[in-house]
C-alpha cells in the first residue's frame, strides 16, 4: 500500500504539535496565562513526583478539550470556535473568569469535588481544570499554521481529526508542562515577597479583564465600555495604594499594570474607530455580497467575532493602516465585514466555502470571484496590501 498518505498524515499531526505550541504566542491566549502561571507557582516547590503527575494532570485537562472538540467537528462538523457562539457557554465562562480571578487574588485553592480533596487529589485536580481552562481560552483564536491544519483534519476521517486535535491540545500544553517538570528553571526569579503577592493581585486583574472582554456579546453595547472603566478604575486604585505601600519593585509592577490597563481600555473600550485613512467596511448581507459579485467588483471578506481577541488586534492595526485603504480604493474593491459572534448558518457556510476554518480568517477575491490569497490567524500589514495589489492587476 502506498505510503505516502501516512506520511502525510503524520507530517500534518507533527504540523498540530508546532500550530498548538505557536498558539501560545497569540494575543488570545493572555487570559489563560494567569491560570497557567498559578498552576506552575503552586507546583514549583513540590516532590519530583507530585510535578510529574501534576503536568500529566494540566496535559490531560487540555487534550480532554481538544479531544472533545476534535470528536465533535467530526460528528458534527463544527468550526474551530463555534463554542463561543453559545450565549450560554460564553456567559458560563465569564462566571469561571470572575471566579478564577477570585480564587487567585485570595490565594485560594480552586474548589474540587470532595472525592477528589484527598490523597493529594485537590492539586492533580485543580491542575486538570488550568489545563482544560487554558484550552477553552485558547480555542476562539487561530495562530500560525494552525489554519492550514484544521483545512486538513476537516476532510479526514475521525480518527484522523481527532489525533490533529490532540497533537494541536500536547502542543499547547506542553512549554507549561516542562515548566512544571524542571521548575529550576524558575531559580533566577527573586525570592518570594511582596512583589510576588502583587503579581498575583495583577494576575487576578487579568483574569477580570478576561470576563469583561468575553462578556461583549452578552451585554448591550452601551454597557459595554462602561465595564472596562469600571475595570480601569479598579486597576488603578490598587495600583495608587500599591505604590504609596509598596517597596520599589512593587512600586514597578503597580505603574507597568496601569500603564498596560489603560492601553487595554483604549484599545478595546469602543468598536475600532475608521480613523483618518483607516479601511471604513461595509456590514455583510446576502444582497450587498451578491451586487457585489453580479458587477465583477474585487472584494475583501473579513470574518470577525466579539469573543476573537486576535481578530480585534488586527482591527485596530492592520486595518487601520493607510496602506490598506489605499490599495483597497485603488483595486476599486469592497471591504465586507461578517460578524459571526452568534451561530447563523448562512455566515458560518460562506466562512466555510471561502476556505476558513477558525478566525481571525480574511479572503481577498477578485472581479471573477478567485480567491487570491487566504489570511488565517495574524498577518502584516505588507502581505494583505500585496494580496490586494494582485487583484487590480488581474482586472482587464
Not at 481544570?129 to 476537516?154: D, E, N, Q, R
Not at 499547547?172 to 503579581?199: C, D, N, Q
Request: a neutral charge.
Amino acid at each position: 500500500m502506498d505510503q505516502l498518505p501516512y506520511l502525510l498524515i503524520a507530517g500534518q499531526i507533527l504540523m498540530a504539535v508546532v500550530a498548538g505550541l505557536l498558539l501560545n504566542l497569540t494575543p488570545c491566549v493572555l487570559p489563560a496565562i494567569p491560570i497557567k502561571v498559578r498552576t506552575i507557582l503552586r507546583e514549583a516547590g513540590s516532590q519530583r513526583s507530585h510535578r510529574v503527575l501534576a503536568a500529566l494532570a494540566f496535559t490531560a485537562g487540555t487534550l480532554t478539550f481538544f479531544l472533545t472538540l476534535g470528536g465533535l467537528t467530526a460528528l458534527l462538523q463544527w468550526n474551530w470556535g463555534t463554542l463561543f457562539q453559545s450565549t450560554v457557554f460564553v456567559a458560563v465562562l465569564v462566571a469561571l473568569m470572575v471566579g478564577f480571578a477570585v480564587v487567585t487574588w485570595l490565594d485560594l485553592p480552586i474548589p474540587v469535588p470532595a472525592f477528589a480533596a484527598s490523597a493529594h487529589g485537590r492539586r492533580y485536580v485543580e491542575a486538570f481544570v488550568s489545563g482544560l481552562m487554558s484550552a477553552i481560552l485558547a480555542a476562539p483564536c487561530a495562530g500560525p499554521f494552525l489554519g492550514g491544519v484544521l483545512a486538513f483534519a476537516v476532510t479526514q476521517p475521525a480518527p484522523v481529526i481527532m489525533g490533529i486535535f490532540g497533537s494541536i491540545g500536547l502542543g499547547l500544553s506542553l512549554p507549561y508542562a516542562v515548566l512544571m517538570l524542571k521548575p529550576e528553571w524558575l531559580r533566577r526569579l527573586p525570592k518570594a515577597g511582596p512583589w510576588t503577592v502583587a503579581i498575583r493581585e495583577v494576575l487576578a486583574l487579568v483574569l477580570l479583564a478576561a470576563a469583561v472582554f468575553f462578556s461583549a456579546s452578552l451585554i448591550p453595547k452601551a454597557v459595554y465600555p462602561w465595564l472596562w472603566w469600571a475595570w480601569l478604575a479598579l486597576v488603578l486604585f490598587w495600583g495608587i495604594r500599591r505604590f504609596i505601600q509598596g517597596n520599589s519593585a512593587v512600586r514597578v509592577i503597580a505603574a507597568t499594570a496601569a500603564g498596560l490597563a489603560l492601553t487595554a481600555v483604549l484599545a478595546f473600550a469602543s468598536p475600532a474607530e475608521n480613523g483618518e485613512g483607516g479601511l471604513v467596511w461595509q456590514h455583510y448581507s446576502p444582497e450587498l455580497l451578491t451586487e457585489t459579485r453580479a458587477r465583477g467588483a474585487p472584494y475583501l471578506l473579513e470574518f470577525t467575532a466579539d469573543w476573537c481577541i486576535n481578530c480585534k488586534v488586527l482591527e485596530r492595526t492592520v486595518y487601520e493602516e493607510p496602506a490598506v485603504a489605499e490599495a483597497v480604493r485603488r483595486a476599486n474593491m469592497v471591504p465586507i465585514q461578517v460578524d459571526v459572534t452568534a451561530s447563523d448558518p448562512e455566515k458560518d457556510a460562506l466562512l466555510t466555502a471561502t476556505g476558513g476554518q477558525a478566525l481571525p480568517f480574511a479572503a481577498v477575491i477578485d472581479g471573477d470571484g478567485t480567491v487570491i490569497a487566504r489570511f488565517t490567524g495574524l498577518f502584516d500589514t505588507d502581505s494583505l496590501v500585496e494580496a490586494i495589489n494582485r487583484t487590480e492587476n488581474s482586472q482587464p
